[in-house]
């Protein structure tokens, strides 16, 4: 009898698999044709980035291949500016400073360990000294690559050493901390993380590349062209308001979700309710108001960061949802352990709410990044507070529009660039952090 | 190592409700304390005041000499241990441990030295480099109170900190809490629902219902003198039976008729009758199952009744019998003591007649439930 059942069971399965595999076919066919006409306009695009203004018209075209394919349009965009020679210069000092100082870090940390507890002097003595012998070597090198007379600029590099000594000391403070002998004796500890101490190097020395970098500028700020200006201002605005608005979404978040205050239900009915009505609506208002700051045109940025930071605790629903899922014993033994509500966000939540951080930082990067509505009024009439999109558009609002549109369709491709890269790198945060609110235990 | 002082603590929510009813007890240095009894009577809340989680609704809480109703949680120098263990998930045991030490500022040394003290009392050192996902239950209960007891606090408080664990290790952690207890000799206030922890573990028992004390007292004195009829069906298991009697007061003393039986009370408890002032009343009287004996000899002054479930425990048997009025009770007859034939006597339905030392019988008033040996 089992016998016969098997038997007669074996087509099913068979025909059942060749449905399977039909349904399969369908769905890759749609899904492909769907992404061929999902692409096309981006193709498009590309290609007529590398067609040349010069040699051939620009948008009315009979043919999609250009005939001379040149980087004449991207060429456009730097025209005037000294962009690559001042990140080539900024990225080799930065590097050779990060690495000299990265080293001594590491150094001092080694030689400190030999000598486990000596006292805090010498220890902040020995960190100090390592960090103005590493300043001096930057400002050394910097002066030597750049001719600069650094006298006339003595407030910058006030600035410049007060900003180099507090992050270099934090961070060597870290890696001291986590790479102790003291650790290292506990049994199995090499087990848990071997790159452990490669890994906070690392940080280290990109935080000391970044932070050459911004001294270089302000040192020898770089020459813009329009573009790279518009670029810049974009960037700028984008990066306040990540880490702006992500500070107060997730401090908004954090106290719907754990503190109990007379008004909480009213604030997040009310927020709701207030959510439903388009952020455009306020337009004319928020113009009139940020001229009478003298936040519009030449002083754009500024003004579009704080539109774009001033009703961010808004979004505070997805945040909220994922502290929710964190338990609550968490936060109250870490007060019983000593922590203040600041530490227990900050040394508990944040590390457990990585997925939502990096989550809250994409959208607030994302949002300003590819914004031309506000960004056309606030800056309305001066090219100087431009962001990329809406200079982008004037390009092809101009008389000249036909000539325009090949650099237009090159600009374009250049913003596309870091937000694909930034996404493709996150994708897996993203995700987590749509769908943790709802389903992480 | 510190004294506690609750006065007339009081916890109200909002909505008006009150969780607990002015709480009133002292509770001595190097006291262990339990606090017990079922869901929702308000032990937790109370512990989560003494803790500061929760506010003090009235009344105040003193530990030491400092009265500390609106001291923050990290100013009252206080360890939990949490029913969840909530340990923190991201870093360590060592920096589980160690966390507490080093928002104080403390030393590298002084930590390295306190946590690796406290890894070794509880057998925990080769996991202090692990993250917490990656331990056993009893494990991740051992960090959490290593991470109380890093800190030496002055109370210590555990919410439940067993009754995530399964049965085997619950009783084997109950004997490593008493061992802990006496290395580390601290004011100790312990949560539990469950009367076996709380006889084992506690120097008092602080039994709680609705909101309110019902008694405090050694594990001794609520078995042997519950204060009410709560308390007398709370501690102890299975649970005491009761039966409805007659308190009938003669010239020479008080004696209770149930069943059929006569039980002349004993000259102590008569006089705390007298004390009282108590007359011929209808009672309710308490015998634990372990206080009772089965009677084979045909004695007359025994109640008769009918077996409908004999649980076999191993060392002993447990018989639900009914008595002649449907009241059910429960006998718990040491195995030993039975002969071969007695105990195949002891089949499903048979009629079988027991007695109890009247030593042992708690009188309660039906109306008010009070004892009224108290």
């Known amino acids: 009898m089992a016998e016969k059942n098997t038997l007669a069971a074996q087509p099913k399965l068979r025909s059942k698999k060749g449905h399977e595999r039909r349904t399969n076919g369908t769905i890759y066919t749609v899904l492909t044709i769907m992404s061929i006409i999902w692409l096309v306009p981006f193709v498009f695009l590309v290609l007529q980035s590398f067609r040349s203004y010069k040699l051939e018209k620009g948008g009315m075209v009979d043919y999609l291949l250009p005939k001379h394919f040149s980087l004449d349009n991207y060429a456009f965009l730097f025209e005037g500016s000294n962009f690559f020679s001042w990140c080539g210069k900024a990225i080799l000092v930065g590097l050779i400073v990060a690495a000299a100082a990265t080293l001594l870090i590491h150094l001092c940390g080694k030689a400190l360990d030999k000598r486990e507890g000596e006292d805090k002097g010498a220890r902040i003595l020995m960190i100090g000294g390592s960090l103005l012998v590493a300043f001096a070597a930057l400002v050394a090198l910097t002066a030597a690559l750049q001719g600069f007379a650094l006298a006339g600029k003595a407030g910058t590099l006030l600035i410049a050493l007060a900003l180099f000594m507090l992050v270099g000391f934090l961070m060597a403070k870290v890696y001291l901390k986590q790479d102790s002998k003291l650790l290292r004796s506990i049994p199995g500890y090499v087990v848990e993380d071997k790159h452990e101490g490669a890994k906070k190097l690392c940080t280290l020395a990109l935080e000391f590349l970044v932070l050459s970098i911004i001294i270089q500028h302000m040192l020898a700020p770089m020459t813009a062209s329009q573009y790279v200006r518009w670029y810049i201002n974009t960037l700028t605005i984008a990066l306040f308001t990540a880490v702006l608005q992500t500070a107060i979404v997730l401090s908004v978040s954090y106290a719907l979700s754990r503190l109990r205050f007379k008004g909480r239900k009213l604030i997040m009915n009310s927020v709701l309710v207030l959510g439903l009505f388009p952020g455009f609506l306020t337009m004319i208002t928020l113009y009139f108001l940020l001229k009478q700051l003298g936040l519009t045109q030449a002083n754009a940025v500024p003004g579009l960061i704080l539109i774009y930071c001033a009703s961010s605790g808004m979004g505070y629903y997805i945040s909220k949802g994922f502290f929710d899922t964190i338990p609550k014993s968490l936060d109250e033994s870490a007060r019983i352990d000593g922590a203040t509500r600041f530490q227990v966000f900050l040394k508990i939540i944040m590390p457990l709410a990585k997925p939502i951080v990096i989550y809250t930082v994409l959208m607030a990067f994302m949002a300003p990044w590819g914004d031309y509505v506000f960004a056309s009024y606030v800056a309305f009439g001066d090219p100087k507070g431009y962001n990329v999109a809406v200079g982008l558009y004037n390009w092809v609002n101009t008389n000249d529009f036909q000539n325009y549109f090949t650099r237009f369709c090159a600009g374009g491709v250049l913003v596309a660039v870091p937000i694909t890269a930034l996404f493709l790198a996150l994708q897996k945060y993203y995700v987590e952090g749509v769908t943790g609110g709802a389903v992480k235990g | ?374």
């Open chain 2, 1 to 374: 190592m510190a004294s506690l002082k609750l006065e007339h603590v009081k916890k109200v929510y909002d909505k008006n409700v009150v969780a607990v009813h002015d709480f009133n007890l002292e509770i001595k240095d190097k006291e262990f304390i339990v606090f017990v009894g079922p869901s929702g009577c308000g032990k937790s809340t109370t512990l989560r005041m003494i803790a500061g989680l929760e506010d003090i609704s009235d009344g105040t809480l003193t530990i030491g000499d400092r009265v500390v109703n609106d001291v923050e949680p990290k100013d009252r120098d206080i360890a939990m241990v949490f029913q969840n263990y909530a340990l923190y998930p991201h870093i360590t045991v060592y920096e589980n441990m160690a966390f507490s030490l080093r928002l104080r500022k403390m030393s590298n040394e002084e930590v390295h030295r306190r946590v690796c003290q406290a890894a070794e009392i509880l057998g925990i050192t080769e996991y202090l480099a692990r993250k917490p996902k990656n331990l056993s239950g009893g494990q991740r209960q051992r960090v959490a109170i290593g991470r109380a007891i890093v800190r030496e606090p002055q109370v210590f408080l555990m919410d439940e900190p067993l009754s995530n664990l399964d049965a085997k290790l619950r009783n084997q952690m109950r004997a490593e809490i008493i061992l802990l207890r006496k290395r580390i000799d601290t004011t100790f206030i312990y949560v539990t629902h469950d009367q076996t922890e709380a006889m084992t573990l506690g120097d008092r028992i602080v039994i709680m219902k609705d909101g309110y004390i019902q008694q405090v007292g050694t594990p001794q004195e609520v078995f042997e003198t519950p204060r009410n009829l709560f308390v007398a069906g709370f501690i102890g298991s299975p649970q005491m039976n009761f039966l409805k009697a007659k308190l009938v007061k003669a010239s020479d003393g008080y004696q209770a008729e149930l069943y059929g039986i006569k039980v002349p009370l004993s000259e102590e408890k008569c006089a705390k009758l007298a004390k009282k002032g108590v007359g011929s009343q209808d009672v309710i009287l308490g015998v634990r199952p372990e206080h009772t004996m089965l009677s084979f000899d045909g004695n007359a002054n025994t109640i008769e009744g009918t077996l409908r479930v004999n649980e076999m425990m191993g060392s002993e048997l447990h018989l639900h019998v009914d008595l002649a009025d449907g009241t059910s009770v429960i006998l718990r007859i040491p195995t030993l003591e039975l002969t071969e034939a007695q105990r195949a006597s002891l089949a499903y339905g048979s009629k079988l007649r027991f007695t109890f030392p009247e030593k042992v019988a708690q009188l309660f008033d039906p109306k008010s439930e009070e004892s009224l040996l108290f």
